[in-house]
C-alpha cells in the first residue's frame, strides 16, 4: 500500500539478541512504515518469535536501537504496550468467559471507557455476524470464528500497529482468505500489520516481506521484486532458495 | 485502577464458570471438616472399662450398673488392687478405669461429697475425652436423681486423670489443622493453577504484552482467592463452633488477621509454584506434593510433632501449616493474645517474604 507520507512505525537499527552463547537475533536492521502490511518470514527456530516479543516489549533486546510506534524499547515499554495490539500463536481469548465478556475485558485493559466498549462491540459483532453469540461461552466457537474475533479484540483499542504471530495456523483456507479480508481492512483503515507467518501464499499478500534465516535478515523488499531477484514463479520459491543458500 | 478491576472481575467469572473450581473451593472445606469432624467425634460403644471399688456400698454398686448399663461402656473387670491399673492399661484392652474412694456412701450422706477418680487411656486422645465426659455426665445424673430424692445436698467430685498423653493433644486438632490445610490448598494450589494455565493457553502473552503492569496481573489472579479462603476460613470456623463446638476463645480479629495473614502466605507461595510450573498440571502436582501431604503428615495437624524423629522435626519446622496451626490453637483454644503468637507471626511474615522475593526472582528470569 502506498502512503502519502512514509512515517515509520518500527525502526530496528542493529537488533542483537543473545541467550547465553546463542545469538538469536544477529544485528538487525529494517524498518516498518505506517500503514504498510509487513511479512516477517523465516523457519522455525529462525528468530522470528524473539524479535516480535522485543517489539513488544515483552523481552529486552542484548544491544541495538529499537523504536516501536517513536517510543524507544529499553525506557518506554509501558507507551508502546499502549499503542499495540498483540495476538499470538496460541489462540488468546478466555474460552471459559462469554464473546461479550472477552471483549470487555480487552477494552477494559486497554482503557477503553465503558460507552466506548459498548460500541466497538456492536460494531465488532455486526461485522463479524456473530450478534447471536453475544454470550456464548467462546469454547463453544468454531476455530474459524475464535481467530477472526482474536484479532478484532487485539485491535479494539484502535493501536497504530498489531502484531501477529502465525495468526492462522490450523485454520482452513476459507476461513484463512477471510481472516486476510480482516487484515486488508485494518490496513486500510490505517492500522500498521506485522505479521509472521508459515503460508507462503500469505506472504504473498503483504507490502513487503523480510525472510530471516538463523537469526538473520536475508532479504528484505517486496515481493514482486523478491521473486524478480531470485527468479522464482512465487514466494514459496524464493524462500526455499534463500533458505537453501 | 479500572483496567485492575476489569481484570479481577475476569479473574471471578473463571472461578464462578467451572463447576470443578466451585466444588473444590466451597465443597472441599465443607465436605472435610464433617468428615473429619465425625470420625473424630465417633460415638462411643462398648468400650471395656474396669472398676476399682474400695467401698463396695450401694452407691458404688449403683453408679457402677448405672454406667454398665448404658450403651457405652462394658464392665471388663472389677480390680482389687491399685497397682494393677498400670498393668492393665498397657494391655490394652480396658480404656477407662473409674476408681471409688473408700467409704464412698458414706461420705457422701454424711458430709454431701466424695471423690471418684477417672483414669482414661490417652494415647487415643479423642476417645479418652469422650470416655471422661460420658462418665462424668452419667455420674452427674445419678447425684442429681439421688438429691431430688434424698432431699439433701451432695455432690461427687470426678477427678479425671488422662493416662499416656496429659496435654490432650489432638483434640479440637481437627479445626485448626483441616484451616491450615484448605487454606493453604486453597489459595497455593487454586493460584498456581490459574497462572500457570494462562501460561498454557498464552493468554499470559497476551496480558504481559498489554498495558497491565505485571504487578497488576499477579494482584488481579490472587485477588480473587484472597476473598474466596476468607470466606473459606470463616465457614470452617463457624462449621468448627456450630457443628462440633469447637470455642474460639481468643479474639476473632486477631484470629481473622492471622489467617489472612497466612492466606497471603500461600497465595505468595501459590505465586512461587507457578513461576516454576509451565502447566496446570505440574503447578496441581507441585502444590499436592510440596503442600498437601506435609501438610497432613508434618505440621502436627495429626500426627504429634514430639513424636517424630529429629530430623522431620525439622522439616517440620519449615512448614507454614505448623506455625499456623500453633496459632490458631493459640487462639481458639487457649484465648491468647497476641503476646504469645508473635514468634509464629514472624515466622509466617518472614515466609511471605522469603517466598515473594523467590516468585520475583523467578520472574524476572523468566522474562530474561
Given amino acids: ?245 | 485502577m479500572k483496567r485492575f478491576i476489569g481484570f479481577v472481575k475476569k479473574e471471578f467469572l473463571h472461578i464462578f464458570r467451572d463447576v470443578r473450581t466451585m466444588l473444590i473451593l466451597f465443597g472441599m472445606p465443607v465436605a472435610q471438616i464433617l468428615l473429619f469432624g465425625y470420625i473424630v467425634t465417633n460415638e462411643l460403644k462398648d468400650i471395656r472399662i474396669a472398676i476399682y471399688d474400695q467401698s463396695k456400698d450401694h452407691v458404688t454398686r449403683e453408679i457402677t450398673d448405672k454406667i454398665c448399663s448404658s450403651r457405652f461402656f462394658i464392665l471388663d473387670r472389677t480390680l482389687s488392687n491399685i497397682n494393677d491399673v498400670e498393668s492393665i492399661f498397657k494391655e490394652g484392652n480396658v480404656k477407662e478405669v473409674i476408681i471409688f474412694e473408700p467409704d464412698f456412701a458414706k461420705k457422701l450422706e454424711k458430709e454431701g461429697t466424695a471423690g471418684i477418680q477417672i483414669l482414661a487411656d490417652a494415647s487415643d486422645a479423642n476417645t479418652a475425652n469422650l470416655i471422661v465426659q460420658y462418665t462424668s455426665a452419667i455420674i452427674r445424673i445419678y447425684i442429681f436423681q439421688k438429691m431430688r430424692m434424698d432431699k439433701t445436698p451432695m455432690q461427687i467430685i470426678p477427678e479425671a486423670r488422662m493416662m499416656y498423653n496429659e496435654e490432650m493433644k489432638g483434640v479440637y486438632m481437627f479445626v485448626p489443622g483441616i484451616m491450615a490445610m484448605i487454606l493453604v490448598l486453597i489459595s497455593a494450589m487454586m493460584t498456581s493453577i490459574s497462572i500457570a494455565r494462562e501460561k498454557e493457553l498464552g493468554t499470559m502473552e497476551i496480558l504481559l504484552a498489554s498495558p497491565l503492569k505485571p504487578i497488576q496481573i499477579v494482584l488481579g489472579k490472587v485477588t480473587p482467592y484472597v476473598v474466596l479462603s476468607f470466606i473459606n476460613a470463616v465457614s470452617i470456623i463457624l462449621l468448627g463452633n456450630f457443628v462440633f463446638h469447637v470455642p474460639v476463645a481468643g479474639s476473632v480479629v486477631l484470629l481473622m488477621a492471622e489467617s489472612i495473614l497466612y492466606i497471603f502466605l500461600a497465595l505468595s507461595i501459590g505465586l512461587w509454584i507457578s513461576t516454576i510450573a509451565k502447566t496446570q498440571q505440574m503447578a496441581m502436582f507441585i502444590s499436592l506434593f510440596s503442600l498437601m501431604l506435609p501438610t497432613i503428615l508434618l505440621s502436627g495437624f495429626i500426627f504429634p510433632i514430639d513424636n517424630m524423629p529429629d530430623i522431620l522435626q525439622w522439616f517440620s519446622a519449615l512448614m507454614p501449616p505448623r506455625w499456623f496451626i500453633i496459632i490458631i490453637k493459640s487462639i481458639m483454644l487457649k484465648g491468647n493474645g497476641f503476646i504469645y503468637i508473635w514468634k509464629e507471626t514472624l515466622i509466617l511474615f518472614l515466609m511471605i517474604l522469603f517466598f515473594i522475593g523467590l516468585s520475583i526472582k523467578n520472574f524476572k528470569i523468566r522474562l530474561e
Fill in chain 1, 1 to 245: 500500500m502506498q502512503q502519502a507520507e512514509q512515517i515509520v512505525v518500527i525502526e530496528a537499527k542493529n537488533l542483537t539478541k543473545k541467550f547465553g552463547n546463542f545469538v538469536a537475533n544477529d544485528d538487525l536492521t529494517f524498518q516498518v512504515l505506517s500503514g504498510e502490511i509487513f511479512g516477517f518470514l523465516g523457519a522455525n527456530g529462525a528468530g522470528k518469535t524473539t524479535t516480535m516479543r522485543i517489539l513488544c516489549g515483552l523481552s529486552t533486546p542484548t544491544s541495538g536501537e529499537i523504536s516501536v510506534a517513536g517510543y524507544d524499547v529499553y525506557t518506554e515499554t509501558e507507551k508502546i504496550k499502549r499503542n499495540i495490539g498483540y495476538m499470538s500463536q496460541k489462540f488468546s481469548l478466555y474460552e471459559d468467559i462469554t464473546m461479550y465478556e472477552n471483549i470487555r475485558l480487552f477494552g477494559g485493559i486497554y482503557g477503553l471507557s465503558r460507552r466506548t466498549i459498548r460500541r466497538r462491540a456492536d460494531e465488532l459483532m455486526e461485522k463479524l455476524e456473530l450478534k447471536h453469540a453475544r454470550n456464548m461461552l467462546i469454547s463453544s466457537f468454531p476455530l474459524g470464528w475464535k481467530q477472526k474475533l482474536a484479532f478484532s479484540i487485539a485491535i479494539i483499542h484502535d493501536p497504530k500497529l498489531v502484531f501477529l504471530d502465525e495468526p492462522t495456523s490450523g485454520v482452513d483456507p476459507i476461513t484463512r482468505r477471510q481472516f486476510w479480508d480482516l487484515i486488508y481492512e485494518a490496513s486500510f483503515n490505517g492500522i500498521t500489520i506485522f505479521v509472521t507467518t508459515h503460508y507462503m501464499d500469505e506472504a504473498e499478500y503483504c507490502d513487503r516481506v523480510s525472510i530471516m534465516v538463523d537469526g538473520r535478515i536475508e532479504a528484505l523488499d517486496t515481493p514482486r521484486k523478491l521473486k524478480l531477484r531470485y527468479d522464482a514463479e512465487d514466494m514459496n520459491e524464493v524462500f526455499l532458495k534463500i533458505a537453501r543458500a
